[in-house]
């Protein structure tokens, strides 16, 4: 019921211009909050919240509070010049200020990840995931401006994002108006969310948000430029807390502008957080802030440059009079127990001591702090260690990941640094050395040394190189498929954890390069899954278990019945990609069930349905065979697909006498094996085998039913040719 009712209210929305209101839920509840479940929801959220609607009778899209069930990729939704369009996009000059149309609710990411986020709107305000929240001018006493509390958008992680925007520019959300909270310093807070990629803007740019009352534990990766008012994190904020930045922060443009920060552009407080990077602009330019006010537990390792007003930590030291400010800070001016980048370990370890709280740790004896959050990111982090006399990257690789034998990845990240010979390392050299999620989750158990060596083991078995095996290990470890993600679907229990159940590394495309396909699951039978496809040098494209044409119990979830092969099926130029998966008994729910998926652009499409009737749909009838005893030895195929019989003789049937005539079975496509792709009337098409079973389904009985499907020129898939082979 919940598709119909989605489906019809994109209908409406998209059709006829939101003209009317749903008449129920439109999302999926969990007592008061809406589940956003998919891609699609995502831009229904957004449809409904920039048009003002309700998301249930009685309830108001903006105001209302949701949580994301799942990873998502946005990228079918950012098509086009201008790509993605905010949640939350504001209002245009002049609009009748009691159509609201900011996001004022929340909005908790449930540590999900967000890609294909895409906008490029140069001029625009307020551009991000989010794009911003309704004013709140001091004076305004309008019923359309009810004060809605504080928004929150929390636990999300947005990956390899590109946003391009004017005014208030973000990964997570675009901002709010400088003025509007800003003196509670409550109205906007974003909190664990993490960002990778590009931010450009003109003014008030950040990697998180271009402008917010508090951000908190939140970390940005990548590059971020505007003209003035550009921070890692944010370009204005009322106060700035335990946040990681690693990002090349640009202000100012045609030497002019500025206040460019590391961590933020314009922040009145910013507290135990650090930039590495570069920090580039003109005028107002510092590792943490550009211009602010109290700076607390703060370090910067980064390149700093500028033309006026700028410092290593601070800019432009400003007083904001007439603001109260957070707990801890002064009404002054003030920078307490922070460290700028030409300080040493020693000065570091005293830093951390002094800060008093659980906020910092060493991943090594020698490394730079990180925040104590980032050991749980799903980004993983980065260390950055001095090298001291006697060291080894053995033991670097032991603290880092729980196994020296992993020293050949520091190896290979810091080559540069180190030189031809691995075991000459000098002292005083700086390393940066990056810990994923997974690494980061198996180094408290020192098992990735065993999970490489098992991995290795089999491919060995399966006649693959070292080297090959060793790079796509790598990979899976960089994209955390090694115990990272806990399951969420019903009935599971909290330690349901998903792991590899199988792979294939073979040239699929044909291209004389390696490639790997996937499958991941939580472990069981019949429980989501997902497919990873690795095409040469591409990032890994996932293909969940949700087609709407499925039954219930099919998932991505076990092992590979036949093994994923590609070729051009339908001769139209584009490679197909077929395989099988094992889901259970063979020939009851589960067991085995195939997929066809065709490449379009950047996406992989399911196009199961184009091979006739694999399954009963359109009230058509499945392709199967009817076998009959029609004498000693002697039996008819009959197929009611094609309405077509085959007379043959057969062999080791059981179950019927050589005095019992009558039916002896049958066989289903759905469970079609041993796939080939042959030449079929100078042509590409489809050979696949499935078993004719004896009385009782015996799948020993009479033989084989082969089947040739082939393509039209129309793109439409038939039954060739069929015939049956009996077992001697």
Known sequence: MRKVVVGLFLILCLGQGFCVDAKESVFEKDGEIYLIQSAQDMRTLALLVNGNREVEPGVAAHSASYRLTRDVDLSAYCKGEAGWEPIGCGRDAGED??????????????????????????????????????????????????????????????????ITGGLNVGGVMGGMTFTSG????????????????????????????????????????????????????????????????????????????????????????????????????????GGIAGRGSCLNGCYARADVTGDKYTGELLG??????????????????????????????????????????????????????????????????????????????????????????????????????????????????????????????YASRGNIWEQEQAFLEEGKKRGLEKAELKRFFRRLLADDLWNGVVWRWEGASEDSHRQI??????????????????????????????????????????????????????????????????????????????FAVFNGGNGGPGGRDHCLFRRVGDEWVDCLKEIPNEREWAGEPE??????????????????????RIEFDGWNVREIGEDEYGRAGGANIRGFFDFECVTYQGKNALKCREYLSGEGGNAHGVGEAVFILAWDADGVCRVADWWVEGWM
């Open 623 to 644: 392709l199967h065979i009817d076998v009959t005893c029609i004498g000693v030895n002697r039996y008819e195929a009959y197929c009611p697909y094609l309405d077509e």
């Open 316 to 441: 432009y030291p400003q007083k904001f009079d007439g603001i109260p400010l957070p707990e801890g800070a002064s009404d002054e001016v003030e920078i307490v127990n922070c460290l700028p980048g030409g300080e040493g370990i020693t000065d570091f370890k005293e830093f951390m001591e002094e800060t008093g709280q659980d906020v910092w740790r060493c991943a090594a004896y020698d490394a730079y702090p990180n925040l104590s959050w980032e050991k749980e990111s799903r980004f993983g982090y980065t260390v950055t260690t001095t090298v001291q006399a006697g060291d080894s990257l053995w033991e670097l690789a032991d603290q880092m990941y729980g196994d020296g034998h992993f020293w050949t990845q520091i190896y290979e990240e810091n080559q540069k640094h180190i030189g031809i010979d691995a075991s000459l390392l000098a002292a005083g050299t700086e390393l940066e050395i990056t810990v994923n999620a997974s690494q980061a989750d």
């Open 97 to 162: 200020e009691t159509f609201v149309r900011e996001f004022n609710g929340a909005f908790d990411g449930g540590n999900h990840v967000v890609t294909g986020l895409y906008i490029n709107l140069p001029g625009g305000e307020d551009q991000g995931l989010f794009g911003t929240r309704t004013y709140l001018p001091e004076d305004c006493d309008s019923a359309a401006y009810r004060e809605s509390g504080r928004t929150v958008i929390k636990n999300l992680y947005i990956k390899d994002c590109d």
């Open 182 to 285: 800003l003196r509670s310093g409550g109205d906007l807070l974003i909190e664990n969310c993490h960002v990778t990629g590009k931010i450009t803007g003109f003014d008030s740019a950040g990697g998180i948000t271009g402008a917010a009352s508090v951000v908190e534990n939140c970390s940005f990766a990548g590059t971020v430029e505007a003209y003035s008012a550009v921070g890692g994190i944010a370009g204005i904020a009322y106060y700035i807390r335990g946040c990681a930045v690693h990002a090349m922060v640009e202000g100012g443009f045609d030497q002019s502008g500025g206040d460019a920060g590391g961590v933020g552009g314009v922040a009145i407080c910013v507290r135990d957080s650090y930039t590495v990077g570069a920090v580039t602009g003109t005028d107002n330019i």
């Open 501 to 578: 159940n199988d792979w294939v590394i073979a040239d699929l495309d044909g291209n004389g390069q390696a490639d790997m396909v996937v499958m991941a699951g939580e472990g069981r039978l019949f429980v989501p899954g997902e497919i990873w496809l690795y095409f040469n040098e591409e990032p890994a494209y996932v293909l969940k278990d949700e087609s709407a044409f499925y039954e219930d119990y099919f998932c991505f979830g076990s092992t590979f019945w036949e093994a994923p092969f590609m070729t051009d099926l339908d001769n139209d130029g584009r490679l197909e990609l077929l």
